[in-house]
């Protein structure tokens, strides 16, 4: 099989249609072979690295988790992947470990927010995108918390996810409140759910 066809191979095996420099090395061939199926028109580059087929539906939440893999969907963004809001986001809000830094990451459309070490790794999960990939997001009771202690959110969304919570089957109180705390947003969680319960 030649280099070119084993490349096709990791596109036609991947179901977001893409490929990594470091998958095409992995597979001990020569990351040239990336730049002829580029000229030719088959893949095209989507960030560095990263590379999509050609004739591809681009998942656009897909794609920038693999460019910036420690970015975990939050805030707005997270409510409309959880189906808690009906506002398509304009920029993806992703959030970042404190420190983490990437100098083309300014340049994407993308609201940054940064967290501790501690406060970055719970509440994550897995789930699938639009277009049916897996990205990662925080779960539910951590994005409504984060809301609740960020600005800039728009008041009706607050309103409209938090309603929305309080009459879902599927609502863990005990997780909301353990997240409240320690983002230390207890009063505000409590007051929400003194007038919706």
């Not at 970055?120 to 202690?149: M, W």
Request: charged residues 25%.
């Amino acid at each position: 099989m030649k280099n070119k066809d084993k490349v096709r191979e990791i596109i036609k095996n991947s179901s977001s249609n893409t490929v990594s420099t470091k998958q095409v090395t992995n597979s001990g061939i020569n990351r040239g072979v990336l730049k002829e199926l580029v000229n030719c028109g088959e893949i095209y580059r989507v960030g560095r690295g990263l590379y999509i087929q050609s004739e591809a539906w681009e998942d656009d939440f897909y794609l920038l988790q693999q460019r910036y893999s420690r970015g975990i969907y939050s805030y707005d963004t997270a409510l409309y992947l959880l189906g808690y809001s009906d506002r398509t986001p304009f920029r993806y809000t992703m959030t970042f470990p404190k420190g983490y830094n990437s100098p083309s990451i300014k340049y994407e459309n993308i609201n940054i927010k940064r967290v501790i070490l501690d406060n970055y790794s719970f509440g994550i999960i897995k789930i699938k995108s639009p277009c049916g990939n897996y990205i990662y997001v925080y779960d539910l009771e951590r994005t409504l918390c984060d809301i609740l202690r960020g600005n800039g959110i728009d008041i009706q969304i607050i309103n409209q996810a938090m309603k929305k919570y309080a009459l879902s089957k599927n609502k863990n109180i005990h997780k909301l409140m353990q997240y409240a705390k320690k983002l230390h947003v207890v009063p505000k969680v409590l007051h929400y759910m003194e007038v919706l319960l």
